[in-house]
């Protein structure tokens, strides 16, 4: 039986390198688009980019210490 499209190791590199090219076209389309920045910082090269990044790790790690704080030990329910 032939594994599902989505889990071959071709087409699971075609798609890091395509996802890949479209995040470095993003950006790069930062640089003809017109910024019109309320703080100063958002109007730096690739901030939406650099931004989303940052929220991202702080989001998981903030989950991360959430979920080690509200743990509870195995034998919770015995």
């Known amino acids: ?3 599902h499209w989505l889990v ?3 087409t699971i590199k075609a798609l890091w390198w395509g ?5 470095a076209l993003t950006v790069l ?5 017109h910024h019109h920045p ?3 910082v958002d109007g730096t090269f690739g901030f939406a980019a650099w931004f989303g990044f940052v929220s991202c790790v702080v989001l998981v790690g903030g989950s991360k ?3 080690a704080l509200l ?3 195995d ?3 015995d």
Not at 19 to 23: A, F, N, V, Y
Not at 29 to 33: E, K, N, Q
């Open 1 to 3: 039986m032939d594994d």
């Open 8 to 10: 071959r190791p071709k």
């Open 19 to 23: 996802g890949c090219g479209i995040l």
């Open 29 to 33: 389309a930062d640089l003809v688009v």
């Open 38 to 40: 309320h703080f100063g």
């Open 65 to 67: 210490a959430l979920g």
């Open 71 to 73: 743990k509870r030990r």
């Open 75 to 77: 034998t919770y329910y």
